[in-house]
């Protein structure tokens, strides 16, 4: 079951190491642990490869974008360098996890970026600091992790619930998951389609999202060509909460993102 999350994490964590993307992608706990093994889906130390990334712009008047992005990643036996986000492993068991996350995210909305943004308040990148855990059991991975913005910019929290299922068969993997985002009212406003009075006009009025709950679901897929290859495909979609998705400036009523790539070790 370790060895099978770790899939999840390779090609992720290429996806977040651009500044460009605006894309929110979440895909439950990323691995706890990898493998030093030519078959697994990841192995122990540095992966190098890139992405493409196509997805749903969340603000109107924003275009929906494909990117192509080059990156690196990090597994260790406690540190985890995943593209825009570490991880810490101060205690893993065969049932358990805990440890300690930080990530940075990346802005999202620049008013330049469109005349119907125009008089918003560009929304800039954050330093988001927590904890989390998983519980490993024979049939599912199930995370819980806490953070917060800890550099004064949306100061705002956020708290996933995730379940991951997943299925293995010699190099290939499939691995369904679901669960819930619950941002706090700061978080979600500064990021996710609040307006304020200052940026409200006679098209755009005001908007309060208050707390907001979006469950997400995703599937993942990998594939060990060789001891040094491996491919990915997956897909992930949040359900905005009918606060977010109500929004004047939001587009859409979720957030749909496809990623494909490949990866080297050595």
């Given amino acids: 079951m370790t060895i099978n999350r770790n899939a999840v994490a390779v090609l992720t964590a ?12 979440d895909l439950g706990s990323i ?8 078959k697994s889906p990841v192995p122990k130390g ?5 992405v493409a990334v196509s997805g749903q712009a969340r603000y109107e008047a924003q275009d929906n974008n494909t990117w192509a992005i080059p990156g690196a990643l990090y597994f260790g036996d406690q540190l985890m360098y995943l593209g825009d986000r570490a991880r810490y492993y101060f205690h893993f068991d ?7 996350y930080g990530r940075y995210r990346f802005g999202n909305l620049d008013p330049d970026d469109a005349d119907a943004l125009h008089g918003m308040h560009k929304r800039k990148g954050e330093f988001e600091a927590g904890v989390g855990g998983t519980l490993i059991t024979p049939y599912a991975l199930l995370t819980a992790r806490f953070a917060s913005d800890v ?10 619930l995730w379940a991951d299922f997943p299925i293995m068969k010699d190099n290939l993997l499939v691995m369904p998951g679901m669960g819930m985002m619950i941002r706090s009212d700061k978080m979600a406003n500064y990021y996710f ?18 707390t907001t709950f979006s469950p997400m679901a995703a599937v993942v897929s990998t ?22 998705a109500n929004s004047p400036i939001v587009q859409h009523n979720g957030e749909l993102y496809v990623i494909a790539g490949v990866g080297y070790t050595w």
Avoid at 14 to 25: E, P, Q, W
Avoid at 46 to 50: I, K
Avoid at 94 to 100: L, P
Avoid at 151 to 160: A, D, F, I
Wanted: proline share 4%; aromatic share 14%; with cysteine.
């Fill in 14 to 25: 290429l996806v977040l190491t651009s500044a460009c993307a605006r894309a929110d992608v």
């Fill in 46 to 50: 540095f992966v190098v490869g890139g």
């Fill in 31 to 38: 691995d706890i642990l990898s493998r030093d093994n030519p």
């Fill in 193 to 210: 389609g609040g307006v304020s009075s200052a940026e409200a006009t006679p098209q755009r009025k005001e908007w309060d999202t208050g």
């Fill in 94 to 100: 065969d049932n358990f996890a805990v440890y300690g």
């Fill in 223 to 244: 594939y060990r060509f060789s001891p040094h290859w491996m491919g990915l495909f997956a897909a992930n979609y949040e359900f905005y909460d009918k606060d977010i």
């Fill in 151 to 160: 550099t004064g910019r949306s100061n705002g929290q956020e708290l996933l």
